[in-house]
């Protein structure tokens, strides 16, 4: 299987005892904050094999959808378009939409990374997903490494473990996607297992505004097309959270 942890290891430079030391600790810190959301993952990861499965994919037209896509929502939303025969653009366009939320996590987490060259961030981005920024940032939010090779680290360690959790449970749910029937709905299994990851992140007033506006807006955007509502609503809760982090700390100072 691709590995991106190993491809980004070799084109890194090479490190002392030290730096070797550093990332061990980087490593061991990443598979332990993403470890309790492994499962909740894995259940998606099922659902969304399932899925492609009952919407006619072959088994490798499936597996290969998984690791060249490697994005649910995005995966959810393009099957039952390419289903009812829609043109290639409007499934493109959909699922550019739906996944527009990754250029802002990117422009978050680019002050981590933006010592590395282009083709090293890319290789980090393919690895980027809801789980691994939501829980990055909560352990980096309001800590700044000496060494920050820390974070490449830590944050390669989550996002390979994610990814091989999610390419097994696929596979699984692609095995056995037939046997499962369309009528069940499992896709919202996706919303719960968000819903696992976000809730316990929950401390504090900004975090809480954030997911207070972001739900709210969400559900208010659902009639509008190609799921413009999922973005507007990840805006809307950004900008929220940012205001409300602001007055608090304005009203410390005073």
Do not use: C
Request: zero cysteines.
């Amino acid at each position: 299987m691709f590995s991106p942890f190993i491809l980004l290891a070799r084109v890194l430079p090479a490190a002392s005892d030290a730096h070797r030391l550093a990332r061990r600790q980087a490593v061991q810190l990443g598979m332990r904050a993403v470890a309790p959301h492994l499962l909740a993952l894995s259940a998606w990861g099922f659902v969304s094999g399932v899925a492609m499965v009952n919407y006619g994919l072959s088994f490798w037209q499936s597996m290969i959808m998984s690791l060249w896509v490697y994005a649910g929502s995005a995966q959810l939303t393009a099957l039952p378009l390419m289903a009812a025969g829609a043109p290639v653009w409007m499934v493109f366009l959909a699922g550019f939409v739906v996944n527009i939320r990754f250029v802002i996590f990117g422009a978050t987490l680019y002050p981590f990374f933006e010592r590395y060259s282009h083709f090293k961030r890319l290789v980090l981005g393919y690895l980027l997903t809801d789980i691994n920024y939501v829980v990055f940032v909560s352990l980096f939010r309001h800590v700044r490494q000496k060494r920050r090779t820390v974070y490449v680290w830590t944050y390669l360690s989550m996002g390979t473990a994610i990814a091989g959790a999610w390419q097994l449970s696929t596979l699984a749910g692609v095995l056995i996607g037939d046997r499962v029937p369309r009528e069940w709905s499992l896709e919202f299994a996706g919303v719960l297992t968000l819903m696992a990851v976000v809730i316990p992140l929950i401390k504090g007033r900004p975090m809480l505004v954030t997911v207070l506006v972001a739900g709210a807006v969400a559900w208010l955007g659902q009639p509008l097309p190609l799921r413009m509502g999922l973005f507007i609503s990840i805006v809307a809760g950004i900008a929220a959270g940012i205001l409300s982090e602001k007055f608090m700390t304005k009203g410390t100072r005073t």
